[in-house]
């Protein structure tokens, strides 16, 4: 069934997940004039602060999503580690899910994502998957095309390259896979890319479609680090990057927003990573230098409002994450205090409890059409992890 505007106007929107990506709808959902409810398990997940009301529940837990879908007009995600099969009979029933179950069971699994990629024509790293009973030889003949180095990734809930492992040699293979107890794996060929480029895109029931610009992300220990927007790509790139934003919402009907993460690779071709049905730390920046936010537009898509324009309102901007250091909390607060000085920086900090490596905040800075990005980027990282 593909899913249709509603004739009814939405008030009420439920969210599965109360972390830092729920907490920042609140603003725009104030200024819609709409309720948010979450579902999530911690009285003191960040987006409790913001919710009109909350049920404290495992994402997961099909129950409390039954008693959200009783207050709400429509559903959508802030997480995507859900029970798809567990919540369809609610789908049956009539509960609107923006996007679709569909969507979230393809994106659950990395082997149904590689192949949707492959459906849809959609450029992505050579792959193949491991069940679990392969016996030794036959892992070697699997992995054998890919040649090494290659990348070994769990099919299912892995996130900021937990679950993901480069492995340089059949000895390191045998002994990955037996460190990932042999569950169901990708593999996949490692590429030598020259920049990591992601794009959220925005799709309505209607069929309208926002997309915001491309942006470099660049990670460490596979974590994004920083964010810099707008990418400086050539305009095939770019092209390439459109093509498949629009392909993807479209072909999957989606309703909602997505984030994109994508390879360029050395010979300029864009290869597809991991797509996320939600907002994604790669829109952060949208908030500040954007004209309409991630957050906002996700809010836009499942109410059926119009969606926002997407073009940048400064020149050039800078995200960097804030994640936990190995030092005490009050190392943080006087971090935050020397960051908080920054010009045209503005400061989100999620308040979770410090932990070395959690996500506990980002910072975005506006900067002009001659500033040099990175430099701004290292001038951030120099004040919150020291010199670098
Ligand atoms: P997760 O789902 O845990 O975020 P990703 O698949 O996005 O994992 O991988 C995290 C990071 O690891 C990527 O951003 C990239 O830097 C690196 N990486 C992942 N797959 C590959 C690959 N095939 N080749 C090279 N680097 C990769």
């Given at each position: 069934?593909?899913?249709?505007?509603?004739?009814?106007?939405?008030?009420?929107?439920?969210?599965i997940?109360?972390?830092?990506?729920?907490?920042?709808?609140?603003?725009?959902?104030?200024?819609?004039?709409?309720?948010?409810?979450?579902q999530?398990?911690?009285?003191?997940?960040?987006?409790?602060?913001?919710?009109?009301?909350?049920?404290?529940?495992?994402v997961d837990d099909i129950a409390a999503t039954q008693?959200l879908a009783?207050?709400?007009?429509?559903i959508?995600f802030?997480?995507?580690?859900i029970d798809c099969e567990g919540l369809q009979p609610l789908a049956d029933q009539?509960t609107?899910f923006?996007?679709g179950l569909e969507?979230l069971a393809?994106?659950?699994?990395?082997?149904?994502?590689?192949?949707?990629?492959?459906?849809?024509?959609?450029?992505?790293?050579?792959?193949?998957?491991?069940?679990?009973?392969?016996?030794?030889?036959?892992?070697?003949?699997?992995?054998?095309?890919?040649?090494?180095?290659?990348?070994?990734?769990?099919?299912?809930?892995?996130?900021?390259?937990?679950?993901?492992?480069?492995?340089?040699?059949?000895?390191?293979?045998?002994?990955?896979?037996?460190?990932?107890?042999?569950?169901?794996?990708?593999?996949?060929?490692?590429?030598?890319?020259?920049?990591?480029?992601?794009?959220?895109?925005?799709?309505?029931?209607?069929?309208?479609?926002?997309?915001?610009?491309?942006?470099?992300?660049?990670?460490?220990?596979?974590?994004?680090?920083?964010?810099?927007?707008?990418?400086?790509?050539?305009?095939?790139?770019?092209?390439?990057?459109?093509?498949?934003?629009?392909?993807?919402?479209?072909?999957?009907?989606?309703?909602?927003?997505?984030?994109?993460?994508?390879?360029?690779?050395?010979?300029?071709?864009?290869?597809?990573?991991?797509?996320?049905?939600?907002?994604?730390?790669?829109?952060?920046?949208?908030?500040?230098?954007?004209?309409?936010?991630?957050?906002?537009?996700?809010?836009?898509?499942?109410?059926?409002?119009?969606?926002?324009?997407?073009?940048?309102?400064?020149?050039?901007?800078?995200?960097?994450?804030?994640?936990?250091?190995?030092?005490?909390?009050?190392?943080?607060?006087?971090?935050?205090?020397?960051?908080?000085?920054?010009?045209?920086?503005?400061?989100?900090?999620?308040?979770?409890?410090?932990?070395?490596?959690?996500?506990?905040?980002?910072?975005?800075?506006?900067?002009?059409?001659?500033?040099?990005?990175?430099?701004?980027?290292?001038?951030?990282?120099?004040?919150?992890?020291?010199?670098?």
């Amino acid at each position: 069934m593909t899913d249709q505007a509603n004739p009814k106007a939405i008030q009420r929107v439920g969210i599965i997940g109360g972390g830092q990506l729920a907490w920042m709808m609140g603003p725009a959902a104030q200024s819609l004039g709409l309720d948010l409810v979450v579902q999530t398990p911690g009285k003191d997940d960040p987006a409790v602060a913001i919710a009109q009301s909350t049920l404290l529940a495992a994402v997961d837990d099909i129950a409390a999503t039954q008693a959200l879908a009783a207050q709400c007009d429509v559903i959508t995600f802030e997480n995507e580690f859900i029970d798809c099969e567990g919540l369809q009979p609610l789908a049956d029933q009539g509960t609107i899910f923006r996007p679709g179950l569909e969507v979230l069971a393809l994106v659950l699994d990395k082997r149904h994502q590689r192949e949707c990629f492959d459906r849809l024509g959609l450029p992505n790293p050579r792959y193949t998957f491991l069940e679990g009973d392969e016996s030794d030889a036959e892992l070697g003949a699997k992995a054998d095309p890919l040649g090494f180095p290659l990348v070994m990734k769990t099919r299912r809930l892995g996130y900021d390259g937990y679950g993901t492992a480069v492995v340089n040699d059949s000895t390191q293979l045998t002994a990955t896979w037996k460190a990932f107890d042999r569950t169901p794996v990708l593999l996949e060929e490692f590429v030598p890319f020259k920049q990591e480029l992601a794009v959220m895109v925005a799709r309505s029931a209607r069929g309208e479609i926002a997309l915001y610009p491309t942006v470099e992300t660049q990670q460490v220990d596979q974590i994004c680090r920083r964010v810099l927007a707008p990418a400086q790509v050539n305009a095939a790139v770019a092209t390439q990057m459109e093509r498949i934003a629009r392909t993807l919402v479209e072909q999957l009907q989606l309703v909602g927003i997505v984030g994109i993460e994508c390879f360029l690779t050395p010979d300029d071709r864009v290869l597809i990573n991991e797509i996320a049905p939600r907002t994604h730390n790669s829109g952060h920046y949208s908030l500040d230098a954007c004209a309409t936010s991630q957050f906002e537009q996700q809010l836009r898509a499942v109410c059926d409002r119009p969606l926002g324009p997407t073009h940048l309102t400064c020149p050039q901007a800078v995200m960097v994450n804030l994640l936990g250091l190995d030092q005490p909390d009050e190392a943080h607060h006087r971090q935050l205090a020397a960051l908080g000085q920054l010009p045209q920086a503005t400061l989100y900090w999620y308040r979770k409890a410090i932990r070395p490596g959690r996500k506990l905040g980002h910072i975005t800075q506006g900067l002009g059409a001659g500033a040099d990005p990175r430099a701004a980027a290292a001038a951030i990282e120099a004040i919150w992890y020291g010199q670098l």
